[in-house]
């Protein structure tokens, strides 16, 4: 199977896979596994950095981990999240932190928002950078949400949010992630638009699927109710360093092989 292309995920045949990476070794293991996309979330804030939310990731971080998971050279598209204030003030300064991500090996962004920032994706996408949207829950703007809360829970929440996926796909986006929206508000939002749309927390009925690896196996300190622990990694890598601590107090390592006189 060759590289999957934007052209790939705007046909989105069959439901489309997406799961978060943020180095190598791990950017490889995703996408031997066979998912379509990895996003070099922002979360990596949160589950690589240790901070409690993603606004105090930067541009830098965020370079810096896309050109790891791109060193991997992935069959999937590659997608990098743009981080809190690279984007909102200034369309000049988008353009300019979007080509540095590309420049680390981002084959698209991902910005958070709809009818607000459609003016930034244009421009964007007009300059060959290819965009994701996001809408529903914008964990970027958990501050002004009053926290990470589910999103489109009143009809006129909801109508809001159809409004921001077709102001994003007008736009130009190839794609958008639907995040924590109840199920029914993300089958009318798919329903709505000609792009796939990405769930996350959001049901069966959108094109495709996203969750963050530290959810998926078992490295987060606490994962969202949406997400599913499919094995406990942290267990595994527990037991190998006790085993490896033990030996190493009782002199058992190194053993002879490991070393040369």
Known sequence: M????????????????????????????VDEAGVDGILVGDSAAMVVHGMPNTLGIGIEEMAMHTAAVAR??????????MPFMTYETDPREALHNAARLVRAGAEAVKLEGGTE????????????????????LNPQ????????????????QARRLVEDAKAVEEAGAFAIVVEFV???????????????????GAGPHCDGQILVLHDVIGLSEKSPSFAKRYADAGRLIRSAVAQYVEEVKKGVFP???????
Do not use: Q, W
Not at 9 to 26: E, N, S
Not at 73 to 78: D, E, G, H, N, Q
Not at 117 to 136: C, E, F, Q, W
């Open 182 to 200: 109840p199920a029914g508000v993300a089958r009318t939002i798919t329903e709505s638009v000609n792009i796939p749309t990405i769930c996350i």
């Open 2 to 29: 060759g590289k999957v292309s934007i052209a790939d995920f705007r046909k989105g045949r069959g439901p489309l896979v997406m799961i978060t990476a943020y180095d190598y070794p791990t950017a490889r293991l």
């Open 141 to 156: 703007r958990y501050l002004a949400t009053g926290g990470f809360r589910m999103a489109g829970r009143t009809e006129e």
């Open 117 to 136: 920032i459609a003016d930034t994706v244009s421009r964007l996408v007009k300059a060959g950078i290819p965009v994701m949207g996001h809408i529903g």
């Open 72 to 81: 991997a050279r992935p069959r999937a598209l590659v997608v990098a999240d």
């Open 255 to 261: 053993a002879r092989e490991h070393y040369r006189e």
